[in-house]
């Protein structure tokens, strides 16, 4: 079982609708993060947390908008999307400790977007 | 500006045998961490292995060793006895390592293209 929980995993909206992906750790990592992939391609950085705050806004549209409640959740609400948002996005956790080296991402399985 | 290369879009390799993936980097950065990634068509991301820059061996995990060759910029996978369960998307990535304030060290960690890898019986 992956240590980093996505909901939900599969999500059809249109482009009027609101809603929110959500993502969990229980790692202790301080370090969160939203990618967006689409099909065949490499994921693309969109967001970084860093101790629940904002370090890192890939030049993301506005109708992306990243929350990071507590240091275990990350939400990413969605609002006014257009088709071409459709596609897998994923979360992941890493330590954010000062001066380390791996600080390994571990990603969760996905949430699997599509806009009508 | 960081880059990652990888050149092979496609590889098959016969069950058993070993197989390498290519991955070239360019970075500003002095010092690095090269990643890879396995990710199976139910889409998760599954972490393989590590190298630092400045690790003095090159890393082995399991039946996953990284061929590093530091002055070439290139940081190969090396997968030996491939299974069928092999088969998969691998992606190479890197991050620079900062020493600064807490929000930098988290830093950026980009992907190559990625490799399909197929396994065959």
């Known amino acids: 079982d992956t240590e980093v929980t996505q909901t939900p995993k599969h999500l059809v909206m249109g482009m009027t609708n609101k809603k929110s992906l959500k993502c969990e750790q229980h790692m202790g990592h301080r370090a969160m993060y939203w990618y967006k992939q689409k099909a065949k391609k490499p994921p693309e950085l969109m967001f970084v947390y860093s101790y629940e705050k904002l370090s890192i806004n890939e030049s993301v549209p506005s109708r992306f908008s990243p929350e990071c409640p507590n240091s275990s959740l990350l939400n990413l609400h969605l609002h006014a999307l257009q088709p071409e948002d459709s596609a897998l996005y994923l979360c992941?956790?890493?330590?954010?400790?000062?001066?380390?080296?791996?600080?390994?991402?571990?990603f969760g399985a996905g949430s699997r977007l599509t806009v009508l | 500006a960081q880059k990652i290369t990888q050149t092979q879009p496609g590889m098959f390799v016969q069950e058993k045998e070993a197989v390498t993936l290519d991955c070239t980097y360019d970075?500003?950065?002095?010092?690095?961490?090269l990643f890879w990634y396995k990710q199976p068509s139910s889409g998760e991301m599954i972490f393989l292995i590590y190298q630092g820059s400045y690790d003095q061996q090159n890393a082995t995990e399991g039946r996953y060793s990284l061929n590093f060759q530091k002055a070439r910029k290139s940081a190969n996978l090396v997968i030996s006895a491939s299974q069928l369960g092999d088969s998969a998307m691998y992606f190479c990535?890197?991050?620079?390592?900062?020493?600064?304030?807490?929000?930098?060290?988290?830093?950026?960690?980009?992907f190559g293209q990625g490799t399909t890898l197929q396994v065959k019986p």
């Open positions: 990535a890197m991050r620079g390592i900062t020493l600064g304030d807490r929000s930098s060290n988290t830093g950026k960690l980009i």
């Open positions: 992941a956790s890493s330590q954010a400790s000062r001066g380390s080296g791996a600080n390994v991402l571990t």
């Open positions: 970075t500003s950065d002095p010092s690095y961490g």
